[in-house]
């Protein structure tokens, strides 16, 4: 099962939150808070109860969403499925466009040939065209 993202200002700057108030806030069990505890979030002091400010729990929280973040490289398409950048194969991709400015690029993963996305606007279209064969669909 993959971990789910916290939100990162879900919890009040200026607040002092408890174990089982942060455990409350998030709908969670208080044994994951003792664990995100263990992990690296960081409490007021070493007195009971434990005590986190709300300013340390929604930093913690960003630098584990920026920890898990997968950056597209260049020519590289998101696949959902292996949860990874992809180069297509074949390195083919298709271009359907959304709006005016900004379009869905599609391929097929060399992997699990399953389907690659990426939304882009007009200069990164430009980028991709010049490294992958972009056909443009009129949808």
């Known amino acids: 099962m993959r971990r789910r993202q916290q939100n990162p200002t879900l919890a009040k700057r200026h607040f002092s939150y408890t174990v089982e108030e ?3 806030l998030y709908g969670i069990h208080k ?3 003792r664990n995100w505890l263990r992990l690296g979030l960081t409490p007021i002091d070493d007195r009971r109860p434990i005590m986190v400010t709300g300013l340390v729990l ?3 929280h960003a630098s584990r969403r920026a920890k898990a973040k997968r950056p597209c490289g260049p020519g590289e398409l998101y696949c959902v499925p292996c949860h990874k950048p992809q180069r ?5 991709a298709e271009y359907y466009p959304l709006t005016a400015t900004t379009g869905k690029l599609t391929g097929i993963c060399p992997d699990c ?3 690659l996305f990426q939304r882009v ?3 990164r279209l430009a980028a991709f065209q010049t490294i992958l064969d972009v056909s443009d669909t009129k949808a």
Request: glycine share 4%; charged share 15%.
């Open 31 to 33: 044994n994951t808070v």
């Open 58 to 60: 929604n930093a913690f």
């Open 22 to 24: 942060i455990a409350c």
């Open 113 to 115: 040939d399953r389907l």
């Open 121 to 123: 606007n007009a200069a």
């Open 88 to 92: 297509p194969a074949g390195d083919m």
